[in-house]
Nanobody, 127 residues
Framework: QVQLVESGGGLVQAGGSLRLSCAASGRTFSSYAMGWFRQAPGKEREFVAAISRSAGNTAYTDSVKGRFTSSRDNAKNTVYLQMNSLKPEDTAIYYC????????????????????WGQGTQVTVSS
């Protein structure tokens, strides 16, 4: 099972940018589609973005489209979430997750489909 470690969170002013990274252990990172989820205080965990194994397909929740971009570097076993034009409502703990199934272009978006999760990284956007 792949181990995931997120980094890159922090405190930023509204309108600013952050880039989250998620480093995966093991030699089979390219076999996993990867997702990003977030959980704000008092709210349920929600889907943010996902990227297929081949990096050819991505998906985003409506509230981040045009502002967030997910990418991956299979040679570095790392997936990224570039977050621009951040808003206070983006404040949450962000988690990356791995999904090992489906075709190379498949983009999973349901939390129960993912079987490995990182510990999360806090993103705080001040107004």
């Amino acid at each position: 099972q792949v181990q995931l470690v997120e980094s890159g969170g922090g405190l930023v002013q509204a309108g600013g940018s952050l880039r989250l990274s998620c480093a995966a252990s093991g030699r089979t990172f390219s076999s996993y589609a990867m997702g990003w989820f977030r959980q704000a205080p008092g709210k349920e965990r929600e889907f943010v973005a996902a990227i297929s194994r081949s990096a050819g397909n991505t998906a985003y929740t409506d509230s981040v489209k045009g502002r967030f971009t997910s990418s991956r570097d299979n040679a570095k076993n790392t997936v990224y979430l570039q977050m621009n034009s951040l808003k206070p409502e983006d404040t949450a703990i962000y988690y990356c997750a791995a999904y090992r199934a489906g075709g190379s272009s498949y983009v999973p978006m349901r939390a129960p489909d993912f079987h490995s999760w990182g510990q999360g990284t806090q993103v705080t956007v001040s107004s």
